[in-house]
């Protein structure tokens, strides 16, 4: 059966890719390695260059922060196409790690992140789309985003 590519498969969810960021520190958003394409750590990016800011259990719902999460996803998207012309050069997810700024009784950091993992698996496939991850919580994150991530790609050779 044929796959309609990474590009066609996000152009069939009518979502829009922020701006991809500009790095506020010392740090190269991304980076390739070989066939591996690192990620640094992002943040939700709107199409208006703003931030969503706000703390999970304290000014944002897990609903809320499920989709902080899928906005990630997109600014990650949007960073893979501004420096790779293509969504298409990526092979598959390999890891994520998933940052949640959340009050300390805060516990479904899964879910949160799963707003950014149910996204690539929609973009590249449940095979592909799909890789490690870790999801945790922290006290703080820059700006007060409530949540960060950070990712490692294969690369098509």
């Known amino acids: 059966m ?4 990474a590009e ?15 790095p506020l520190g010392v740090y190269k958003p991304f980076l390739i390695d070989g066939k591996y394409l690192y990620l640094s750590g992002h943040g939700p ?11 999970i259990g304290a000014d944002l719902d897990q609903e809320q922060g499920k989709l902080a999460a899928r906005q990630v996803g997109l600014t990650m998207l949007s960073t893979i196409k501004a420096n790779l012309g293509t969504l298409n050069r990526v092979k598959r997810v390999i890891k994520v790690l ?6 300390s009784d805060f516990e ?4 949160i992140i799963n707003g950014c993992s149910e996204l690539f698996a929609q973009v590249w496939g449940q095979e592909n789309g799909i890789g490690t991850r ?9 700006d007060n985003i409530p949540v960060e991530i950070e990712a ?5 050779e």
């Open 8 to 22: 066609a498969e996000f152009a069939k969810l009518g979502l829009t890719l922020p701006p991809a960021p500009t």
């Open 152 to 156: 490692l790609f294969e690369l098509h």
């Open 45 to 55: 990016v709107n199409d208006d260059k703003s931030l969503i800011i706000g703390r």
């Open 2 to 5: 044929e796959h309609l590519s």
């Open 134 to 142: 870790s999801a945790v919580g922290f006290g703080s994150l820059p």
């Open 98 to 103: 998933g940052m949640v700024n959340c009050t």
């Open 108 to 111: 479904k950091h899964p879910f």
